[in-house]
């Protein structure tokens, strides 16, 4: 079977599963404080907790993570596949291949945590070299130090799928659903940081962790579904 038809078998039951997790992760926000009883000998709370996308290493972190493969796959598809129709410059080629390695990386970040891991290593060497500093243990230092690179990346992809979507046919409107996958990554991607951004400003949990990882699986699901229209539209 080729990449592609697979990745468009996938494509309606990732949709179908992050829609479930997202729900769950709301659900399991608003019952944290609630009483919990076993019933039928299952630990009810732990098992909301495997479906939370706020936690690590749970069927939730799986999910977000191959949401993130899915979407290195469809990069994958764009920067090495080649149709006599698909005509691209060989920077936008080149940046499509970058982009599907570093899809790639953060899917492994999703079960890694390296990104928060990063921030609490550098929130230690801000508290040796400035003795007053507070410790930041939660790992947000991580957006300063890796934001403005992931974000610049992001535009400059984001630019080249929409020239490449400027210059696709356009049968049965794919130009134009195309585009408003690519406007949901768009609007839902950088909306993480200004999430986390505002997460580092709080004591204690609140709601916003699970508006985080909404606007991050619903941006990455959107930038897989762009790269899938353009894959199908050109049978790469």
């Excluded at 990449?3 to 179908?16: C, D, M, N, Q």
């Excluded at 729900?23 to 609630?34: I, K, P, R």
């Excluded at 630990?43 to 949401?67: G, I, K």
């Excluded at 049968?171 to 580092?200: D, H, K, M, N």
Aim: aromatic share 14%; with cysteine.
């Amino acid at each position: 079977m080729k990449l592609r038809y697979l990745l468009e078998k996938l494509a309606f039951p990732l949709l179908l599963l992050s829609g479930c997790f997202i729900l769950t992760t709301f659900l399991a926000y608003f019952t944290m404080h609630g009483e919990w009883e076993r019933w039928l000998g299952i630990n009810w709370h732990r098992l909301l907790q495997l479906l939370d996308l706020r936690e690590e290493n749970t069927l939730a972190t799986w999910l977000s993570s191959m949401v993130f493969l899915a979407a290195s796959a469809s990069l994958l598809l764009l920067g090495w596949g080649t149709t006599p129709e698909f005509v691209i410059s060989r920077f936008t080629r080149w940046f499509f291949q970058l982009a599907a390695l570093g899809a790639c990386l953060l899917s492994a970040d999703e079960v890694a945590s390296l990104h928060e891991t990063t921030g609490k290593w550098a929130g230690r060497l801000v508290f040796k070299m400035i003795g007053e500093a507070p410790v930041e243990d939660k790992g947000f230092l991580w957006v300063p130090l890796l934001a403005p690179f992931l974000l610049l990346g992001f535009l400059l992809l984001a630019h080249s799928l929409y020239q490449t979507i400027r210059a696709m046919p356009n049968p049965y409107g794919q130009r134009q659903s195309a585009y408003w996958a690519l406007a949901s990554a768009i609007i839902c991607l950088p909306g993480v940081f200004v999430f986390e951004t505002l997460e580092a400003q709080q004591v204690t949990s609140t709601i916003l962790t699970c508006f985080e990882e909404t606007a991050e699986i619903l941006g990455m699901y959107g930038l897989f579904l762009c790269s899938m229209i353009i894959v199908r539209q050109y049978k790469l």
